[in-house]
């Protein structure tokens, strides 16, 4: 027997790591901010933010993380 529990959204706490890690090694036209249980990210340049999925991908995060697109 199994049981798993699922969260939506992210803690605080990793919303600011994953906050600091975009400020720190990311592209520099790149912005984040923390909304709520979200983390929202922002460039002009679709290839900046091709480069954050890419780095968050490969970094040893212990949450999974979904990607959304709005226009």
């Not at 990210?41 to 959304?68: C, I, N």
Request: glycine share 6%; proline share 1%; charged share 35%.
């Amino acid at each position: 027997h199994l049981d798993a529990a699922l969260k939506e959204g992210i803690t605080q706490e990793n919303a600011k790591k994953i906050n600091k890690l975009i400020r720190d090694e990311g592209p520099k036209g790149v912005k984040s901010q923390i909304q709520g249980d979200e983390l929202r990210v922002s460039s002009k340049s679709r290839d900046d933010l091709q480069a954050v999925q890419r780095m968050l991908s490969e970094a040893d995060l212990d949450v999974a993380l979904s990607y959304t697109n709005r226009r």
